[in-house]
């Protein structure tokens, strides 16, 4: 069971886009500890690394992968390729924490006000820190000598770089641009919803489903669309915990009293609806009569025509009936026949 789970969320994790590089890039970052996998294909890979929160990058050695925490460009240093002997080459993904930014291909040479100096080898670290800053409108960042400089700067697409032959050209610049208007993007709201508060009744949980560490909301709305299973889940600080329930906003929550911090997030479940038409027939009577819209010669039944209302109708008074020349017995047996008939053609 825990085999056939895991290839289905493998399958539904490979819809996140990587690109490659021609070799190694010259600087990997910190492995994710466990993230060596051995007999695999590239695409095998993709799904570890989309399941696993701390992995933006990977190296793929032949029929290894291994997990690294790097953020990885366009335009990132490579290994020399006169040392390339290992064949490795780096598949990245887009880090959530560089949406938006542009990256220059050298330092810009006007860098303006510096806010901050963080010391870290990350690029997804030292985006989050300019991201939490509203004075920072850009930085620049090279992972060897873990430099990372927040800056007040608004760059623009425009303005000059240091020159190639600089020593500061290891060096890259990244920005959200101020004043850029020209590009237009759509994008699609999100599906996923949150409660106030952790439901009062959760259901049953999906398996495997449980994910405790470091994690997002983003990536537990990940793991949930990645199973076939999952409709909702508990996210308690950075754990998240699959559930199959279809959640509506009319549930009761945990009491507010009793509240641990769990909140559940959930998409909507397809509702199907079943047309159900409905045809009534209205069949009027007397002591004496019976009025019905099927047409009848059987004696004391007057049908309604369909140019005459129901108000119109005359109702012949009738007795007992007789069999005056075996009109019964031979109805009788021509329904007989009829019935008969029926099965055979059932059979």
């Given at each position: 069971?825990?085999?056939?789970?895991?290839?289905?969320?493998?399958?539904?994790?490979?819809?996140?886009?990587?690109?490659?590089?021609?070799?190694?890039?010259?600087?990997?970052?910190?492995?994710?500890?466990?993230?060596?996998?051995n007999?695999?294909?590239?695409?095998?890979?993709?799904?570890?690394?989309?399941?696993n929160?701390?992995?933006?990058?990977?190296?793929?050695?032949?029929n290894?992968?291994?997990?690294?925490?790097?953020?990885?460009?366009?335009?990132?240093?490579?290994v020399?390729?006169?040392t390339?002997?290992?064949?490795?080459?780096?598949?990245?993904?887009?880090?959530?924490?560089?949406?938006?930014?542009?990256?220059?291909?050298?330092?810009?040479?006007?860098?303006?006000?510096?806010?901050?100096?963080?010391?870290?080898d990350?690029?997804?670290?030292?985006?989050?820190?300019?991201?939490?800053?509203?004075?920072?409108?850009?930085?620049?960042?090279?992972?060897?000598?873990?430099?990372?400089?927040?800056?007040?700067?608004c760059?623009?697409?425009?303005?000059?770089?240091?020159?190639?032959?600089?020593?500061?050209?290891?060096?890259?610049?990244?920005?959200?641009?101020?004043?850029?208007?020209?590009?237009?993007?759509?994008?699609?709201?999100?599906?996923?919803?949150?409660?106030?508060?952790?439901?009062?009744f959760?259901?049953?949980?999906?398996?495997?489903?449980?994910?405790?560490?470091?994690?997002?909301?983003?990536?537990?709305?990940?793991?949930?669309?990645?199973?076939?299973?999952?409709?909702?889940?508990?996210?308690?600080?950075?754990?998240?915990?699959?559930?199959?329930?279809?959640?509506t906003?009319?549930?009761?929550?945990?009491?507010?009293?009793?509240?641990?911090?769990?909140?559940?997030h959930?998409?909507?479940?397809?509702?199907?609806?079943?047309?159900?038409?409905?045809?009534?027939?209205?069949?009027?009577?007397?002591?004496?009569?019976?009025?019905?819209?099927?047409?009848?010669?059987?004696?004391?039944?007057?049908?309604?025509?369909?140019?005459?209302?129901?108000?119109?109708?005359?109702?012949?008074?009738?007795?007992?009936?007789?069999?005056?020349g075996g009109?019964?017995?031979?109805?009788?047996?021509?329904?007989?026949?009829?019935?008969?008939?029926?099965?055979?053609?059932?059979?």
């Amino acid at each position: 069971m825990w085999r056939a789970c895991a290839l289905v969320l493998l399958a539904g994790a490979n819809s996140v886009e990587y690109f490659v590089t021609d070799r190694r890039v010259y600087y990997e970052g910190a492995p994710v500890i466990p993230g060596t996998y051995n007999n695999v294909t590239a695409s095998s890979c993709q799904a570890f690394c989309n399941l696993n929160a701390n992995c933006s990058s990977f190296s793929f050695c032949g029929n290894s992968c291994y997990l690294k925490q790097a953020c990885i460009v366009d335009g990132e240093p490579l290994v020399n390729a006169t040392t390339w002997t290992d064949g490795c080459v780096t598949y990245w993904k887009q880090c959530r924490q560089l949406e938006g930014y542009q990256v220059t291909e050298r330092l810009v040479k006007e860098q303006g006000m510096e806010i901050e100096n963080v010391i870290t080898d990350s690029l997804g670290i030292c985006a989050d820190a300019c991201n939490s800053n509203p004075d920072c409108k850009s930085f620049s960042f090279y992972a060897q000598s873990r430099g990372c400089h927040l800056k007040a700067k608004c760059v623009e697409p425009t303005d000059a770089l240091i020159p190639p032959d600089d020593p500061a050209n290891v060096y890259r610049t990244f920005y959200r641009c101020c004043t850029c208007t020209t590009t237009t993007s759509t994008t699609t709201s999100s599906p996923w919803q949150s409660l106030a508060r952790a439901l009062a009744f959760e259901g049953a949980g999906a398996e495997p489903g449980t994910y405790e560490g470091s994690y997002s909301v983003s990536d537990c709305q990940m793991f949930c669309n990645a199973h076939p299973d999952c409709n909702s889940f508990t996210l308690c600080g950075s754990s998240c915990y699959l559930k199959t329930l279809c959640v509506t906003t009319e549930l009761a929550l945990v009491s507010a009293d009793g509240w641990n911090g769990c909140v559940t997030h959930f998409r909507p479940c397809e509702v199907t609806t079943t047309e159900v038409t409905t045809t009534e027939v209205t069949t009027t009577s007397t002591n004496t009569s019976v009025t019905t819209m099927e047409t009848s010669t059987t004696p004391g039944i007057t049908t309604i025509p369909s140019n005459q209302s129901e108000g119109s109708v005359t109702t012949t008074p009738s007795t007992e009936p007789t069999d005056d020349g075996g009109y019964l017995v031979n109805s009788a047996r021509a329904m007989s026949v009829a019935c008969v008939a029926l099965v055979i053609l059932s059979g």
